[in-house]
C-alpha cells in the first residue's frame, strides 16, 4: 500500500481489522460482515485503465496527482499539499483485500480514503479507483472516476454509475456536488485521464522513478474465514 504526504520510505506492517470475502460484481450492493463495520459498495463496474509510463511504476505518481489535481489544479506539480482531508493510496489486490485494511480507519478517523487498485505489484493496469466515505457511523464504498469539465478547472471524481459526483472544497474537505451533465461526462474523463497522465510523468524521472519521498505499508491479510 503507498500514500501520499509522508516522507518516511521505512516499511510498516499494520494490523487488519478483520476479513472481507471477495465481492459479487453482479450485485447492486454487497455487505461486507468481517469488514470494520457496517460497509456497503455500490455496483461494481469495473473501469479498468493501463497507466503506462514508459514502463515506470504509475503507483507513486498517481497517488501524488490526483488530490493535488482536485485541489491545487494550476500550481505547479510538486506544491505542498497542505490541509486536505482525502488520503490517496495504491493497493495491490482485490477490491475486498482494500476494503478490509481501510475499513476502519476510515470509520476511526471519520475521513474518506481514495484506493488506486492494482491487481499485483507488477501490473500497470488499473483495475478501478475506489472511494470510501464514512457516512453517518457507516462507510459508503463506490467505484469512481476523475472528471475534468475544463482545463486548468479542479478535478471531480464521479461514480461509476454515474448517480454521484464529489470535489475537494476551499478548506479541503471532500463534498457531493452535482454530476456533470452526461454530455460532458465521456470527454470530461477522457480529459482527466490525459492530465493525469502528464501529471504522473512530470514527477517520474527519466530513470523511472519517483521524485519525491513517500511510504510504502506491508500489510497481511488473512484468509477469509470458514463459513
Same mark, same amino acid.
Given at each position: 500500500?503507498?500514500?501520499?504526504?509522508?516522507?518516511?520510505?521505512?516499511?510498516?506492517?499494520? +494490523?487488519?481489522?478483520?476479513?472481507?470475502s471477495?465481492?459479487?460484481? @453482479?450485485k447492486?450492493k *454487497?455487505?461486507l460482515?468481517h469488514?470494520?463495520?457496517?460497509?456497503?459498495?455500490?455496483?461494481?463496474? =469495473?473501469?479498468?485503465?493501463n497507466?503506462?509510463?514508459?514502463?515506470a511504476?504509475?503507483?507513486?505518481?498517481?497517488?501524488?496527482? #490526483?488530490?493535488r *489535481?482536485?485541489?491545487?489544479?494550476?500550481?505547479p506539480?510538486?506544491? *505542498?499539499l497542505?490541509?486536505?482531508?482525502? @488520503? &490517496?493510496?495504491?493497493?495491490?489486490?482485490?477490491?475486498?483485500?482494500?476494503?478490509?485494511?481501510?475499513?476502519?480507519? *476510515? #470509520?476511526?478517523?471519520?475521513?474518506?480514503w481514495?484506493?488506486?487498485?492494482?491487481a499485483d505489484?507488477?501490473?500497470?493496469?488499473l483495475?478501478?479507483?475506489?472511494?470510501?466515505?464514512?457516512?453517518?457511523?457507516?462507510?459508503?464504498?463506490?467505484? &469512481? =472516476?476523475?472528471?475534468?469539465t475544463r &482545463?486548468?478547472?479542479?478535478?471531480?471524481?464521479?461514480?461509476?454509475d454515474r448517480?454521484?459526483?464529489?470535489e475537494?472544497?476551499?478548506?479541503?474537505?471532500?463534498?457531493?456536488?452535482?454530476?456533470?451533465s452526461? @454530455?460532458?461526462?465521456k470527454?470530461?474523463?477522457?480529459?482527466?485521464?490525459a492530465?493525469?497522465?502528464?501529471?504522473?510523468?512530470?514527477?517520474?524521472?527519466?530513470? @523511472?522513478?519517483?521524485?519525491?519521498?513517500s511510504?510504502?505499508?506491508?500489510?497481511?491479510? +488473512?484468509?477469509?474465514?470458514?463459513?
Amino acid at each position: 500500500m503507498i500514500g501520499h504526504g509522508s516522507r518516511s520510505n521505512a516499511q510498516r506492517k499494520l +494490523p487488519p481489522e478483520g476479513g472481507v470475502s471477495e465481492l459479487d460484481p @453482479g450485485k447492486e450492493k *454487497a455487505s461486507l460482515p468481517h469488514a470494520r463495520g457496517n460497509v456497503t459498495l455500490t455496483r461494481n463496474y =469495473e473501469t479498468m485503465r493501463n497507466l503506462n509510463l514508459g514502463g515506470a511504476c504509475p503507483r507513486r505518481p498517481i497517488t501524488h496527482a #490526483i488530490a493535488r *489535481a482536485m485541489l491545487h489544479p494550476t500550481a505547479p506539480v510538486d506544491v *505542498a499539499l497542505g490541509d486536505c482531508d482525502l @488520503g &490517496v493510496f495504491a493497493v495491490n489486490g482485490t477490491y475486498a483485500e482494500c476494503i478490509q485494511v481501510l475499513s476502519g480507519v *476510515a #470509520i476511526d478517523k471519520r475521513r474518506p480514503w481514495l484506493a488506486a487498485t492494482f491487481a499485483d505489484e507488477v501490473s500497470t493496469q488499473l483495475r478501478g479507483l475506489l472511494l470510501m466515505r464514512p457516512f453517518h457511523g457507516q462507510l459508503h464504498v463506490c467505484l &469512481v =472516476e476523475p472528471c475534468l469539465t475544463r &482545463v486548468g478547472k479542479p478535478m471531480l471524481l464521479v461514480s461509476a454509475d454515474r448517480m454521484q459526483a464529489f470535489e475537494l472544497d476551499a478548506a479541503g474537505r471532500l463534498v457531493e456536488r452535482a454530476v456533470p451533465s452526461a @454530455g460532458k461526462l465521456k470527454k470530461g474523463i477522457d480529459r482527466a485521464w490525459a492530465d493525469l497522465t502528464r501529471r504522473m510523468l512530470a514527477v517520474t524521472t527519466e530513470a @523511472g522513478e519517483f521524485r519525491f519521498g513517500s511510504w510504502i505499508a506491508v500489510v497481511p491479510v +488473512p484468509e477469509a474465514r470458514p463459513r
